[in-house]
């Protein structure tokens, strides 16, 4: 009698009673008896299922809520490989680069491990830069370069971070971008810009060398470059590049990044790199 009287939660004067009884799984297609402590009020026994049909309803909750997160979490990523990568490579991958050419198989294989490798779920520090180069254009620098940051991107954990922490900029626009934010009532200061372009957890320099070296420019870009890549060294954070320039002049040339960048620069990139750079064999594609 005790235990019935511990069994009964008062309420207003009604009584919650729970009594071990044999009932039937209402759950559609089961029926299965077995006993349960029924708990009642006012007369009226809830609807109850089994164990095992509990069970299985919970798992499938569960496995329901998975695939919705990693539904929402793929829809994320492939947002962020809208805005970063140029929709003429959007589709493009390491699978679909054509390494025949040369040694770049083996090349391409080291910018997968590279993708592979990459710390997404920290920031990278101390991960290192890289620098794919060659002086002829259409040979797929900007693809590997795509496809690289495509492969970063798809791995990413956990996407809820409202700015994507991997960025793409052809060097132009962070030329640009520069010049615009030194205007008088430019919406950002330099410093901002030059925040985000050494914050991030990695940022895709595209088409270095492409920029005109005029002698205001000359100045101009030293400072841009040596303002970027020395930001993100002292953050310890790595930056991929695509040149038509070297750490070295092609033959028959007499220019390299130094001339582009400014000899700390390239310094402090050549460390970044470990002296580095793959330099993609072959001929114009286009």
């Known amino acids: 009698r005790g235990q019935e009287r511990m069994r009964q939660i008062g309420d207003g004067g009604n009584s919650r009673i729970v009594r071990p009884a044999i009932v039937r799984c209402l759950e559609p297609g089961c029926g299965k ?9 006012m007369g009226f026994r809830y609807a109850i299922i089994c164990p095992e049909c509990r069970n299985r309803k919970a798992a499938e909750f569960f496995t329901h809520e998975r695939t919705l997160r990693e539904q929402s979490r793929a829809y994320r990523r492939q947002e962020w490989i809208n805005q970063q990568v140029p929709f003429k490579y959007s589709e493009n991958s390491f699978a679909d680069f054509d390494a025949s050419d040369g040694d770049n198989l083996n090349k391409v294989g080291k910018l997968q491990d590279y993708a592979v ?4 779920d920290e920031r990278p520090l101390g991960y290192p830069s890289v620098l794919i180069t060659r002086n002829i254009n259409g040979v797929g620098k900007t693809h590997l370069a795509c496809a690289l940051l495509k492969a970063i991107i798809q791995r990413h954990a956990d996407p809820t971070d409202q700015m994507c922490p991997y960025q793409f900029w052809p060097a132009p626009n962070i030329k640009i971008k520069l010049q615009g934010a030194q205007r ?3 919406a950002e200061t330099p410093e901002q810009v030059y925040t985000q372009f050494t914050r991030v957890r990695l940022l895709v320099i595209d088409d270095v060398g492409k920029e005109k070296l005029t002698e205001y420019d000359a100045g101009f870009l030293q400072e841009m470059y040596f303002g970027i890549i020395n930001g993100r060294y002292n953050n310890g954070l790595p930056v991929v590049l695509t040149a038509n320039l070297g750490f070295k002049p092609w033959p028959g040339s007499d220019i390299d990044l130094r001339d582009l960048m400014g000899s700390a620069t390239v310094s402090r990139l050549m460390e970044m790199t470990g002296g580095i750079q793959y330099v993609i064999d072959g001929k114009d594609r286009r």
């Open 33 to 41: 008896e077995f006993e349960e402590r029924v708990p009642s009020f």
């Open 117 to 120: 490798n990459f710390p997404v």
């Open 184 to 186: 008088y009532g430019s």
